[in-house]
Every structure is written in structure tokens, then in C-alpha cells.
């Protein structure tokens, strides 16, 4: 997770979005049965988890910080 710290907010949501997609391709395939790497869709699922924990972490962050002030 360390990677995703160094990003911006704009560039994880532009990763979410992209994994949004890609899972949505898998999908796709394994429906249709051209999908030979069934692990796949586990490590997409993981990663956009990843992306939206640091996000939300960013965010409480910040709203924690309002507060003080």
C-alpha cells in the first residue's frame, strides 16, 4: 500500500476507474468463456480495495483535521 501513498487523489481515482473497467472485461470473458487467468478478477478485486482504503483514509484524514480548526 505504500505505492498508492505517494499518489494523488486524482491518480487512485483514475486507477479505480480503470480497474472498474477491467474487471468489467473480465466479467465479460469469463461469461463467455475466453478468460484462461481465472485469478485475475481476485487480484483486481484486492487492488481496487487497496485504492479505495487509501482514499478513504485520506479523507478521514482530512475531515479530522477540519475539525480541530
Given at each position: 500500500?505504500?505505492?498508492?501513498?505517494?499518489?494523488?487523489?486524482?491518480?487512485?481515482?483514475?486507477?479505480?476507474?480503470?480497474?472498474?473497467?477491467?474487471?468489467?472485461?473480465?466479467?465479460?470473458?469469463?461469461?463467455?468463456?475466453?478468460?484462461?487467468?481465472?485469478?485475475?478478477?481476485?487480484?483486481?478485486?484486492?487492488?481496487?480495495?487497496?485504492?479505495?482504503?487509501?482514499?478513504?483514509?485520506?479523507n478521514t484524514?482530512?475531515?479530522?483535521?477540519?475539525?480541530?480548526k
Open positions: 500500500m505504500s505505492d498508492y501513498a505517494h499518489k494523488t487523489e486524482e491518480e487512485l481515482h483514475k486507477l479505480v476507474t480503470g480497474n472498474h473497467a477491467k474487471l468489467q472485461a473480465f466479467r465479460f470473458a469469463m461469461a463467455g468463456s475466453k478468460q484462461k487467468n481465472v485469478k485475475e478478477g481476485k487480484k483486481l478485486r484486492k487492488e481496487t480495495a487497496r485504492l479505495l482504503t487509501e482514499l478513504h483514509k485520506r484524514e482530512s475531515r479530522n483535521s477540519n475539525i480541530g
